[in-house]
């Protein structure tokens, strides 16, 4: 869920960025909604284009994705918007869920911008009411939870708990200026702070799509994506490193074998093979961090963390008594072919 504010929109530019005391005067409240208003047309654009990684806490690892597929948001004074769609996530007890959750919220828009040598954009949105959500659980790994109806109510309890929980946040769009990226956060990020990452970005030559931590059970995977890539002679670079675990695949997909290979995640309990051929994949390794560039042609495209004995090079062992989990840090970016 991303919002991209059009630096020309919001006037912070090199020049501009003395007169962000006066758009940050609180009386200027109007002017800043009404500079916002005019990039609201492409909120459900953004949307739809991006996942929303799922985590039980602002700094922990993510533990399950949701991806948009429907959006409606009409204009007005305050930002009403419709949204449906699926994710997975691991709980202990269900192990890989997936579910599908819909919702109607209310929220009012305004942004800040950085005092000093920065000039970076806070975008908060803020609920005023959250009219309607709905979180039903679609298949649970365990098969002591599938077969115990009380447990697949505890995973309905489980999404309506923090989905409606992340609802209530709100959540914060950042633009930082000096890498040229959008910065996504879950709640309202005060002013000048930056939510946690595990590689450090500087300069603006390479386009950041993700830098997190994500945590991947025995037998499970993590889709990241739909990544655009618009131009000819680009590459996708995938920086990652992996603890608690020997070792990971990390798969680089085309979106129409990755969202079938998805869709199969999403609709059977147990991980099985892949839908079709990786274009490109190699194996982040405890102990050494992982740097690839993979030149690709304009389109979308996933990358795959994959921790199954069904893909990819990696035959990790399956013990139900011993589930090593592995934390993987990884930093995707766009940039120019070498």
Excluded at 107 to 129: H, K, S
Excluded at 236 to 256: E, F, H, N, Q
Aim: glycine share 8%; proline share 7%.
């Amino acid at each position: 869920m991303c919002l991209a504010l059009p630096l020309s929109v919001v006037g912070c530019g090199p020049k501009e960025c003395t007169f962000r005391g006066t758009l940050n005067a609180p009386e200027n409240r109007t002017m800043r909604k009404s500079l916002m208003k005019t990039a609201m047309g492409d909120f459900c654009k953004q949307m739809l284009q991006r996942n929303a990684p799922l985590r039980l806490a602002p700094d922990s690892p993510v533990i399950g994705r949701f991806y948009p597929t429907q959006c409606v948001a009409p204009e007005g004074e305050d930002l009403y918007v419709n949204f449906s769609g699926f994710g997975y996530a691991f709980t202990n007890v269900t192990k890989k869920m997936t579910f599908t959750m819909a919702a109607t919220g209310l929220y009012r828009y305004d942004f800040l911008i950085t005092e000093g040598d920065r000039c970076d954009i806070y975008a908060y949105f803020r609920p005023t009411r959250i009219d309607a959500s709905d979180f039903r659980t679609h298949r649970l790994e365990s098969s002591t939870a599938s077969m115990l109806n009380s447990l697949t109510s505890m995973g309905d309890s489980f999404g309506k708990q923090l989905m409606g929980q992340k609802l209530q946040e709100g959540f914060t769009v950042i633009r930082f200026t000096e890498t040229n990226t959008d910065e996504f956060g879950l709640g309202i990020v005060p002013l000048g702070q930056k939510p946690f990452h595990p590689f450090q970005v500087h300069g603006n030559d390479r386009i950041t799509y993700e830098n997190e931590r994500v945590e991947i059970h025995q037998n499970q995977r993590d889709f990241i994506g739909p990544i655009l890539v618009e131009d000819e002679g680009r590459s996708l670079y995938v920086t990652a490193s992996v603890d608690g675990a020997p070792a990971v695949d990390m798969l680089i997909m085309r979106k129409a074998e990755a969202e079938a290979s998805l869709n199969l995640y999403y609709e059977y309990p147990q991980s099985g093979p892949l839908a079709g051929a990786p274009i490109a994949g190699d194996i982040v390794q405890a102990g050494t961090q992982l740097k690839r560039a993979v030149p690709v042609s304009p389109g979308m495209y996933y990358v795959v963390f994959d921790n199954t004995p069904t893909a990819g090079q990696v035959n990790p062992p399956v013990n139900a008594l011993d589930d090593r989990a592995a934390v993987v840090n990884y930093l995707i970016q766009i940039g120019d072919a070498s």
